[in-house]
Antibody, heavy 118, light 110 residues
Framework: QVQLVQSGAEVKNRGASVKVSCKAS????????IHWVRQAPGQGLEWMGS????????KYAQNFQDRVTMTRDTSINTAYMELTRLRSDDTAVYFC???????????WGQGTRVTVSS | QSALTQPPSASGSPGQSVTISCTGT?????????VSWYQQHPGNAPKLIIF???ERPSGVPDRFSGSKSGNTASLTVTGLQAEDEADYYC??????????FGTGTKVTVL
């Protein structure tokens, strides 16, 4: 069965960077885009960007353009999201999600809580 | 890209129906038929319940249905059940090749 398993919770200082991993199994990793979505405490979902696991080509939301880098390692079916220059308002749960055959996210990781402390 | 607009809350008694709206622009909801809906229970990841406006993934009950008119999409839940109490988010692909989510609606089963 399809699974996306993310790395564990992180606590970071302001100005630091965080790198979250998302290991895929149960399907052809290179066949489907991986997206990253975050959710601040008590808030809604926010799309951050995506990566084509085959080519490595990325597309980022404008809000994160200068601070986010999405990469992948096809040898271990894992996608990564790195966010730099962390601020207090980056405190959130970060999800990876697989885009299915349609323009929707059919499987999600369990989420990784990132806390930015001052 | 601004978030799509949803009502903050909606409610209904068991067995009743509830409809949630999702209003965007001609650059997103109105541009493509690529509107999807997600259900999220507290502490859990979102779950896809509708894609391409009105298609249901296998395993999603037919009590959930979607529609779209112009720049506004809607999700209707008929025959409300206790387990339908959750947050619901719409999402749309945009003409900038990005995605945008709605502001979210908390559905309460009275």
């Amino acid at each position: 069965q399809v699974q996306l398993v993310q790395s564990g919770a992180e606590v970071k200082n302001r100005g630091a960077s965080v790198k979250v991993s998302c290991k895929a199994s149960g399907y052809a990793f290179t066949g489907y885009f991986i997206h990253w979505v975050r959710q601040a405490p008590g808030q809604g979902l926010e799309w951050m960007g995506s990566i084509n696991p085959t080519s490595g080509v990325t597309k980022y939301a404008q809000n994160f353009q200068d601070r986010v880098t999405m990469t992948r390692d096809t040898s271990i079916n894992t996608a990564y999201m790195e966010l730099t220059r962390l601020r207090s308002d980056d405190t959130a749960v970060y999800f990876c999600a697989k885009r299915g055959g349609s323009y929707a996210f059919d499987y999600w990781g369990q989420g990784t809580r990132v806390t930015v402390s001052s | 890209q601004s978030a799509l607009t949803q009502p903050p809350s909606a409610s209904g008694s068991p067995g009743q129906s509830v409809t949630i709206s999702c209003t965007g622009t001609s650059n997103d909801v109105g541009y493509y038929n690529y509107v999807s809906w997600y259900q999220q229970h507290p502490g859990n990841a979102p779950k896809l319940i509708i894609f391409e406006v009105n298609e249901r993934p296998s395993g999603v009950p037919d009590r959930f249905s979607g529609s779209k008119s112009g720049n506004t999409a809607s999700l209707t839940v008929t025959g409300l059940q206790a387990e339908d109490e959750a947050d619901y988010y719409c999402s749309s692909y945009t003409d900038s090749r990005t995605w945008v989510f709605g502001t979210g609606t908390k559905v309460t089963v009275l």
